[in-house]
């Protein structure tokens, strides 16, 4: 083959097969990387969009399929669990009071207040405030005693069967006669919503 550059002048496209067998090396290489580069744009780089993909979703599939795996392998401590937290869940349903239990813990509570030496001022219910699966029923305590007689209805109340939480504590120093103190704190119980609804 001849390196002679000047096969190149005065090649015209209408006469190829006259063309000197370089210059028709140089077009036959030019043509192949055209062909080669729109194949690849038209049929094959939608192909590799797909196919990775394709791959994201498989390493997506794959991790669930792990966590099913794990649940599937374990379904029977899952099953003992679920069974162990619904008993747990009924027990401690038990401990909310019910509908006609409420009048009564307002006298629980005098009671727990008065043998602990206290002096109620006030106990009154507050309006309730409905939760999303619960009923909150806030009481305004106001009492008059000793410090640890006020310790004493605290714990007495923690005591009680039922579910009574104490919120806002405030201890009134002014007040103090005696060793007297003016107690104030808000007690919460709590009704299920699904046991009202039915």
Known sequence: MNLDLSQFDNLEL??????????????????????MGLGFTVLISDKIDVLNSVEAEETTLKQKYEVKYHVASNLELFRAQMV???ALFATQLKS?????????LLDD???????????????????EIIQEIYIELPIDIEVIGKYHDFGSFVSKIAGLPRIVTLHDF????SKADNDQLKFKLQAKTYRYREAEEK
């Open 96 to 104: 909310l009071p019910e509908s006609h239990e409420i009048p009564g």
């Open 84 to 86: 162990e937290a619904e």
């Open 14 to 35: 209408d006469n190829i097969g006259e063309w000197p067998p370089l210059a028709k090396l140089v077009l036959t290489i030019f043509l192949a990387i055209v062909v």
């Open 109 to 127: 509570i005098t009671f727990v207040g008065t043998t602990s030496a206290l002096n109620f001022v006030k106990l009154n219910w507050q309006p």
């Open 170 to 173: 405030e201890i009134d120093l």
